[in-house]
């Protein structure tokens, strides 16, 4: 969920708190809110036609996520009685002391956010993989799915994490226009975690 800027004034990052997080944490909110930051502002009907899901129930949702601060009307998309939502931030961010929190719920709530941020990337990265053909050469080659594997302390592991966000964030001003042509939006995941498994 987070778009991996470490300056929350820089994009409108939300920090998650406790009641935030426990807010956010069922799986169809999540998929809402990545909807809505993804393909911008729809109704509850249109999010239920694009995530199988009843009108119903994205309307409940939608609207916990509002009490919670994520999602907001978007007044100037509504027509007549429809009801138009759109995101209030571009990203999301874990603060690293809530990993630490004793509380079980609030263990258990970090487990469902980090669970369906982690299908959310398998299944952006299967749908490249089904559909990379449609791309031109260009785009297949300048593609990449790699994974490397280093033995390092966690302090060594945070610089490396720090220097690879430093890295994007400096393209994000080297974005090009919508209309540029052979442009498309790329989309980066990073992952970094200890493994008890030998080298």
Do not use: C, N
């Not at 994009?11 to 993804?38: C, D, E, M, N, V």
């Not at 601060?69 to 998309?77: K, L, N, Y």
């Not at 559909?131 to 033995?151: A, C, F, G, M, V």
């Not at 302090?155 to 966000?165: F, M, R, S, Y």
């Amino acid at each position: 969920m987070t778009d991996g800027t470490t300056d929350p004034e820089i994009r409108k990052i939300h920090t998650l708190t406790p009641h935030s997080l426990r807010g956010l944490a069922h799986p169809l909110r999540i998929q809402l809110l990545t909807s809505l930051r993804k393909e911008g502002p729809a109704t509850a009907s249109q999010l239920a036609d694009r995530l199988g899901e009843s009108s119903g129930a994205t309307s409940y949702h939608l609207r916990q996520l509002a009490a919670h601060g994520f999602v907001e009307d978007a007044p100037e998309r509504g027509k007549g009685r429809e009801r138009w939502w759109r995101s209030t931030h571009q990203g999301t961010r874990l603060d690293e002391s809530l990993m630490a929190d004793p509380d079980p719920t609030l263990r258990g709530a970090i487990a469902v956010y980090l669970h369906e941020v982690a299908a959310f990337h398998a299944s952006e990265l299967s749908t490249w993989i089904g559909t990379q053909h449609d791309w031109s050469k260009e785009w297949t080659e300048s593609s990449d799915i790699s994974d490397y594997t280093l033995r390092l302390t966690p302090a060594l592991t945070a610089e490396l994490v720090g220097k690879i966000d430093e890295l994007i964030e400096s393209y994000r001003p080297l974005a090009v226009d919508q209309d540029t042509p052979d442009s498309a939006r790329v989309r980066l995941h990073t992952h970094a975690f200890p493994t008890h498994s030998t080298e």
